[in-house]
């Protein structure tokens, strides 16, 4: 493995100058603490203390820290055995030849045309149709290579796991105001194929190895590669990102981010949720005001105010304006089209139902029929006049005119505010109408995941069934007939037992009784817990509740809620998630209200 920059036996932060500060700031030494000895490291059980950023005060000069040291990005092996460009790039499609998208025109397309790039003037004369080129050997090579991973002895994985360790202790941290921070994304991205989301237009094409010239830098400066030279070294304390590339394909900057769980991506989230409660104290009046702009007199207006009606009431999102075939045809509420929509006056003119159908982020498809409100359904009908199925429903509007009214509505407002102010509320909602005082702690965590359900409803956050999902359902079933069986094994044990005790009446035939009871409780609740677990698993096989939970919802609803009925937050979230929300544990009383 080929690493940049070159390792070093310890990171040690040095002083760095920030153009707007007067001295340099250097890291202040930490203390021990009692029982650990200067110089030893800390026993591996012993948590580390961590950052209670959020009790300290907030810089209001928008910087974003005053001291940054970091070791920059882990680059791509270089390609092994030779330096030849074409036949690098047929190992990307040779690799692939067992996936679907190697099956598709556009993407076989795009590919055969950036090979060619790559091949010197005898290979493009001798290379001219896709379809005669056999990769079916370097496919072969690379099962083999997966397959001899797998086989790989204990000892060989230890020492692989122990550089993988080695690498994240060296490149995958950073030093920020006097913390060790975890970066996220440390390692930068090989090169190979570009796949998109959905039916994109450029997938096929070459993504290119990005190289020390292509990186900036921010804030320090570690050595890079020998021989070569980063493209800038920055020291920008106003951003959050540690290192920068333009990528081939769009055209897009990539980013290296600190982790979830560091500070700056917690006042982040933490500001976005306080945006979103802020949202809940005036969105009586903006609903009032887009309602009355229903009826004015602007077309402008009314679309507007439609628009911002369904972005309210159905979580959708404001719809990103892009380039013609820059990417799939998906769309977003100012983006929607007259075929995405049918309008259904029902029950002889006394509701009235639109019916959208259309591919959203991801291309994941979105079909809702729903009814809506008399004015809004005549002004539909309105725009929907003397035009054809592929214009526009919303004309005269997009995205920034609608993101600038939403400024002048509320500071901070947005499309996206809106929809993690409904996930948020929904969830609360939620949680109170389904939770029981009289259920098990199993009972009110699946209460706990139909409440999230509902919000990836709302936000129309679904996914395609496991691949395992029969087979594993097969397998749960299997353990809950076999539980069903020691049920009734266990019932007659206890009906037996009973039995013998009346006959027999002496202390060691009512321990036998009080023991065989206990049995078929834990077995009661093995099996419940069981049937519970299959019910949450079949609710759940076209519902992605995470991304909702890690992005729209106020994980101090939920820590609230498990204070509340004490149930363990590790039911809800797992170790990287509580991590990233340490601040709301913190925080979230069981009396906590969005």
Known sequence: MCIFPPPSSEFKPKKLKIENDKKDIKPKKTRNKPGVADGKKK???????????????????????????????????????????????ATFFGKMLDHDYTTKDIFRKNFFKDWKKEMNAEEKGKITDLKKCNF??????????????????????????????????????????????????????????????????????????????????????????????????????????????????????????????????GEKDWQKYETARRLK????RLRTQYREDWKSKEMRIR????????????????????????????????????????LYPENDGQEFVVEFDFLGKDSIRYYNKVPVEKRVFKNLQLFMENKEKDDDLFDRLNTSVLNKHLQELMDGLTAKVFRTFNASITLQQ?????????????????????????????????????????????NLQAKIDTKRDQLVDA?????????????????KSKKSVEAKKKALERIEDQLMKLEVQATDREENKQI??????????????????CKKWDIPV???????????????????EEDYEF
């Open 43 to 89: 026993a591996k059980n012993e948590p580390e203390e961590k950052w209670k950023w959020w009790e300290e005060e907030r810089a209001t000069d928008g910087s974003k820290w005053k001291f940054l040291e970091h070791r920059g990005p882990v680059f791509a092996p270089p390609y092994d055995p030779l330096p030849n460009n074409a036949e690098e790039v």
């Open 136 to 265: 079916s050997e370097i496919n072969d090579y690379f099962k083999a290579q997966s397959e001899a991973r797998k086989a790989k002895t204990k000892d060989q994985k230890l020492k692989l796991k122990e550089e993988n360790e080695r690498l994240l202790q060296e490149y995958g941290f950073c030093i920020m105001d006097n913390h060790r921070e975890r970066i996220a994304n440390f390692r930068i991205e090989p090169p190979g194929l570009f796949r998109g989301r959905g039916d994109h237009p450029k997938m096929g094409m070459l993504k290119r190895r990005t190289r020390p010239k292509d990186i900036i830098i921010n804030c320090s400066n570690p050595d890079p590669p020998p021989g070569t030279k980063w493209k800038e070294v920055r020291h920008d304390n106003k951003v959050t990102w540690l290192v920068s590339w333009t990528e081939n394909i769009q055209g897009s900057i990539k980013y290296i981010m600190l982790n979830p769980s560091s500070r700056i991506k």
């Open 281 to 284: 104290k005036c969105v009586e």
């Open 303 to 342: 679309q507007r105010a439609v628009a911002l009606y369904f972005i309210d009431k159905l979580a959708l999102r404001a719809g990103n304006e892009k380039e013609e075939g820059e990417t799939a045809d998906t769309v977003g509420c100012c983006s929607l089209r007259v075929e995405h929509i049918k």
């Open 430 to 474: 939620q949680l109170v109408q389904l939770t029981s005082a009289d259920e098990n702690p199993t009972a009110k965590i699946l209460s706990y995941n139909r409440a999230n359900r509902a919000v990836a409803i709302l936000c129309n956050h679904q996914r395609a069934p496991p691949k395992t999902f029969e087979k594993s359902m097969q």
């Open 491 to 507: 019932k007659r044990d206890v009906k037996s037992s009973k039995a013998d005790a009346k006959v027999r009446r002496d202390e």
């Open 544 to 561: 992605a509740l995470g991304t909702s939970k890690l992005n729209y919802l106020d994980p101090r609803i939920s820590v609230a809620w």
């Open 570 to 588: 590790e039911k809800i979230y797992n170790k990287t998630q509580r991590e990233k929300f340490a601040w709301a544990m913190d925080m979230a």
